[in-house]
């Protein structure tokens, strides 16, 4: 299925070309992804300790900005990078001044996954609410990077719960905590074996951030840099 899976999203990039002549949001979909990773080379050096937010579009950044804000006075030395998949989140906060460095999410091809990994090499990641891009995950699991969903929802009619979503089951163990909005997303993560969630309802306050530093379970303070653990 995973190979499928990546024979679609190669597939939907040479379709996504093609629109772009006939789509103005498909154009900067496609133009915002051009320069990525020499972007990367240049705002993000291998002696840079980061920390990487990905966001779908506006909403969700806008959803883990107080989360985003608390990391970063904890960690006042880290380089914060936020990814958008969406030109219209990018768009309109490309300029923020709570990231170093803000930039669009190339594709999820395992290739693109290494290679974004290589140069931002992040200590802790964090996806907000919706998107599980399986080769980007499948990557932060082999790295060993923690990596922790917040503000999330998750439904029934979602892959996860479905015969045929085995290799999206399969990326969720790359999780090392989720923060989930409610209580029917924490049932539905229990029904699957993970009992590594929390209910932190919505991240326009601060309660992920203070579970995070209360429970050493997921104590993420005190983690080691992955260059660290060789």
């Not at 995973?2 to 379709?15: C, K």
């Not at 990018?90 to 290589?118: C, G, H, M, W």
């Not at 074996?193 to 209360?214: C, H, M, P, Q």
């Amino acid at each position: 299925m995973l190979f499928l899976y990546n024979i679609i999203v190669i597939l939907a990039s040479q379709t996504v070309k093609i629109l772009a002549f006939f789509s103005p949001k498909m154009k900067l979909f496609v133009k915002g992804r051009k320069t990525v990773f020499q972007e990367l080379k240049t705002k993000i050096n291998s002696e840079d300790k980061t920390i990487w937010f990905h966001a779908a579009s506006l909403g969700e950044f806008e959803q883990g900005l107080p989360v985003m804000e608390k990391i970063k006075s904890k960690f006042p030395n880290h380089k914060i990078i936020v990814t958008f998949f969406s030109p219209s989140g990018y768009e309109v906060r490309k300029n923020n001044t709570t990231a170093d460095v803000t930039i669009y999410l190339p594709l999820d091809t395992k290739s693109n996954a290494r290679q974004f990994l290589k140069y931002t090499h992040p200590d802790l990641v964090f996806f907000i609410k919706y998107e599980y891009w399986p080769n980007y995950l499948n990557e932060l699991k082999k790295r060993h990077i923690k990596t922790y969903l917040i503000s999330g929802i998750f439904r029934k009619n979602q892959a996860f719960f479905k015969w045929y979503g085995g290799f999206y089951r399969k990326a969720l163990k790359s999780f090392d905590y989720f923060f989930v909005q409610n209580e029917s997303s924490k049932t539905l993560l229990q029904g699957l074996g993970f009992n590594n969630v929390k209910i932190s309802g919505d991240t326009r306050f601060d309660r992920v951030a203070a579970i995070l530093e209360r429970d050493n379970s997921c104590l993420l303070y005190t983690s080691p840099s992955p260059r660290d653990r060789g």
